[in-house]
């Protein structure tokens, strides 16, 4: 008879089946966070002014704030400071203009975590914004969308 131990060994040891790498160029913003760094992601992000003030006032009621405690469950304290906030795939230009010009590579990884990009999504008119790390890489039906002002 199996234990409940014995159950969850067989799931734990199995490999995690979206344990994968996708090994491409990237950049990638030094870590710790603080206002300059809020200022340097929106700016990469071409973010309108009064996003930035948004977004540094969050910031700044952030760090008044105390962690909850409220919560029963036991992991050790946040580094923020050991974190990167912002990476994206390095790009020849202003990235890519249609789903012709994403990195093979990227388009790989959507497959294999059964996102479809292309025909497919085409087909089941489906819109989908591929997000890598930080940045949108791809979005279908993205004239569609802008031409009602969703985008």
Request: charged share 30%.
């Given at each position: 008879?199996?234990?409940?131990?014995?159950?969850?060994?067989?799931?734990?040891?199995r490999?995690?089946e979206?344990?994968f790498?996708?090994?491409?160029?990237?950049?990638?913003i030094?870590?710790?966070l603080?206002e300059?760094?809020?200022?340097?992601?929106?700016a990469?992000k071409?973010?309108?002014?009064?996003?930035?003030?948004?977004?540094?006032?969050?910031?700044?009621?952030?760090?008044?704030m105390?962690?909850?405690t409220?919560?029963?469950?036991?992991?050790?304290?946040?580094?923020?400071?050991?974190?990167?906030?912002y990476?994206a795939?390095?790009?020849?230009?202003?990235?890519?203009?249609?789903?012709?010009?994403?990195?093979?590579?990227?388009?790989?990884?959507y497959?294999?975590?059964?996102?479809?990009?292309?025909e497919?999504a085409?087909?089941a008119?489906?819109?989908?914004?591929a997000?890598?790390?930080?940045v949108?890489?791809?979005?279908?039906?993205?004239?569609?969308?802008?031409?009602v002002?969703?985008i």
């Amino acid at each position: 008879m199996s234990t409940v131990n014995e159950h969850l060994d067989t799931f734990l040891d199995r490999e995690y089946e979206a344990g994968f790498v996708t090994d491409i160029e990237s950049v990638i913003i030094p870590k710790g966070l603080n206002e300059d760094t809020i200022r340097l992601i929106s700016a990469k992000k071409q973010e309108p002014e009064f996003m930035l003030e948004w977004r540094l006032a969050a910031y700044r009621q952030w760090l008044e704030m105390k962690a909850p405690t409220w919560s029963v469950v036991n992991y050790p304290p946040i580094d923020f400071q050991d974190i990167s906030y912002y990476a994206a795939p390095k790009s020849k230009n202003d990235g890519p203009k249609s789903l012709d010009e994403v990195d093979p590579e990227l388009l790989r990884t959507y497959e294999k975590l059964g996102v479809p990009l292309h025909e497919r999504a085409r087909l089941a008119g489906v819109a989908v914004d591929a997000v890598f790390d930080s940045v949108s890489v791809a979005t279908t039906f993205k004239k569609q969308l802008e031409d009602v002002g969703v985008i």
